[in-house]
């Protein structure tokens, strides 16, 4: 194996001497030898696995990192990939590590088969992307796919707790059915009145967890477990909804409400 090939298999290492572009320069002339090899030997073998490993790896490490720091989203807008993602469920997945293994483990083992099988052909030498960069690009179309599955799952673990008293109503933030509270006579006390009007623009992990406290009068830990989410999670959620309870009540448009500080646990 050539000084290149194993450089583009590993990456140039970073020095002082070196800019960006003259690393992204050394790293595609290198890519462009290890394309041609892998040409050569039709696009298998060990030369082929460690490019796998490598694809596997780069992808790891970047696609984690944007989303511990919440701009994968923005990067795939940037590239006209469109989701729903509402801000409670990035704040979930910046925060808690193994949501973010479990969506990147659900994009790779999608985007490294089908880019080896389908797109490496693609690529050109003198096209201006590193193999690596011309992969992210399809990944993030897997990306997509890998959040609405674990959103799915979350969304549906947090309505568990929001009871069978519901009716259908079409959400357009995330363009799905969802249900939403039925108001009858039983729910005409002050209490479920200023309740309801607190919660009306809450977030459904919002609602979910004010539902499982007043509900079960359950602790922030023990409402973390049942959700599946952390006691950090649940006490943000609850101070968002004391927040907006404090600024109705200081508009004149509710009586303070004792529930704000029944969520204080």
Not at 82 to 96: D, K, L
Not at 169 to 186: A, I, M, R, S
Request: overall charge negative.
């Amino acid at each position: 194996m050539s000084t290149n090939v194993a450089s583009a298999l590993t990456g140039p290492a970073p020095t002082t001497k070196q800019d960006a572009e003259e690393r992204a320069a050394t790293q595609r002339a290198a890519d462009g030898e290890l394309f041609e090899q892998l040409q050569t030997d039709g696009f298998e073998g060990p030369l082929f696995d460690m490019f796998k490993d490598r694809l596997w790896l780069y992808g790891w490490k970047v696609l984690r990192a944007w989303m511990r720091d919440g701009t994968i989203i923005e990067r795939c807008r940037e590239r006209r990939i469109y989701f729903p993602a509402p801000y409670t469920e990035v704040e979930e997945m910046m925060r808690r590590d193994d949501v973010r293994q479990e969506i990147a483990i659900g994009c790779l083992g999608r985007a490294v088969p089908h880019f080896l099988a389908h797109s490496i052909e693609e690529w050109e030498p003198d096209g201006g992307r590193s193999l690596n960069t011309f992969f992210l690009h399809l990944a993030l179309h897997f990306y997509r796919d890998a959040y609405r599955q674990w959103a799915g799952g979350h969304r549906h673990r947090m309505r568990e707790l929001l009871g069978p008293d519901r009716v259908p109503f079409y959400d357009l933030e995330w363009e799905e059915w969802v249900q939403v509270p039925v108001t009858g006579p039983e729910h005409q006390t002050v209490l479920q009145e200023t309740l309801d009007t607190i919660l009306a623009g809450a977030s459904i992990e919002e609602r979910a967890v004010c539902k499982a406290m007043l509900a079960t009068d359950a602790t922030q830990e023990e409402i973390a477990q049942q959700l599946g989410t952390t006691r950090k999670s649940v006490e943000r959620r609850l101070s968002k909804v004391r927040m907006r309870a404090r600024k109705l009540a200081a508009a004149g448009i509710i009586v303070t409400p004792s529930v704000s500080s029944a969520v204080t646990r």
